[in-house]
């Protein structure tokens, strides 16, 4: 019997992306709310505890609510908010963080989904933290612009309809300027940095992708390593392939410019290390699209593992 996969937000940004990856597919069963009674709490409840696996798409305290109302049926979450993204019951959504996290995803019950900003971050930070190279109390700074689809129907409107009471007509915002940006806390739970990071993420006049740089200074690192040091950590990291690639030295070398929309409407991620070999910087990018990696497309990876797809 095919699974049956409940999304509670179907109809939000995240949400309708995850539709349109799962609707044609044969080897689960997608169950849908009716229109009509998606304010009725009986029969949410009802599709939620009837679920194989549900993908939360909500509000952190609706995404609570959720799992408190189905998590004693046996229902499994995949939870794309915020609110279980440091819990420690929770399993990281991000497979390959480490190894092993695969298997931990394939056999949880609640596995949070990574923020699109965070997964960037982690997948740049993460691997240097664990290898040495990187001291857990290195002041790191991140620095990211992402399309304005990130920030869900409301931004859409605001940049989409030059008439809205607040439309946004600025080409390139800078914003979360008290830098709490909500992905801090698992950037900082998900690398081993010891020390909070300076975040400053933007917003561009594009609907969706994303650039994150984490820029280092290679004296302040573990050895004060090379550029091609760094480089080999995250190719040694990411060997496997797949979904995050680590591009070589010489083509990353070779680049004018990076495009922030190079990898719309796919689910990978792109790792480029640039700067100049003996300059004592680096310039570490992450490459993805915020609703594929960054979001949805993670959601279906993470549903894939845990239905053995």
Not at 18 to 31: A, G, K, P
Not at 272 to 292: F, P
Request: glycine share 10%; with cysteine.
């Amino acid at each position: 019997m095919a699974p049956k996969i409940f999304i509670d937000g179907e109809h939000g940004t995240t949400g309708l992306q995850i539709v349109s990856r799962l609707q044609d597919r044969t080897d689960i069963e997608l169950m849908s709310m009716p229109a009509e009674q998606r304010r009725d709490a009986d029969v949410r409840t009802k599709f939620l505890r009837e679920a194989d696996i549900a993908i939360l798409c909500l509000p952190d305290d609706a995404a609570r609510e959720a799992v408190a109302l189905a998590a004693d049926a046996g229902t499994r979450f995949i939870d794309a908010s915020t609110a279980h993204r440091t819990n420690p019951d929770w399993t990281f959504g991000f497979a390959e963080l480490s190894p092993g996290q695969a298997a931990r995803i394939a056999g949880a019950q609640f596995v949070s989904n990574p923020g699109c900003y965070s997964t960037g971050a982690i997948a740049l930070i993460a691997p240097l933290v664990a290898a040495g190279l990187l001291p857990a109390d290195y002041p790191v700074t991140i620095n990211a612009v992402s399309g304005y689809t990130g920030g869900g129907k409301q931004l859409i409107a605001q940049m989409d309809d030059a008439g809205h009471d607040d439309a946004v007509t600025a080409a390139y915002f800078a914003y979360a300027l008290t830098l709490a940006h909500k992905h801090v806390p698992e950037i900082i739970a998900h690398t081993g940095i010891a020390r909070r990071p300076v975040f400053t993420p933007a917003v561009g006049r594009f609907a969706q992708g994303m650039l994150v740089n984490v820029p280092l200074h290679l004296d302040l690192m573990t050895g004060n390593p090379s550029m091609a040091d760094v480089h080999s950590v995250l190719e040694k990291h990411y060997a496997q392939g797949g979904v995050v690639s680590v591009v070589p030295l010489a083509e990353s070398a070779a680049l004018a410019r990076l495009d922030p929309e190079e990898l719309v409407g796919t689910n990978g991620m792109k790792l480029y290390v640039c700067g100049t070999e003996g300059a004592g910087q680096v310039n570490l990018v992450a490459s993805l699209d915020n609703l594929g990696k960054g979001a949805s497309g993670a959601a279906v990876q993470n549903l894939d593992l845990m239905i053995g797809a």
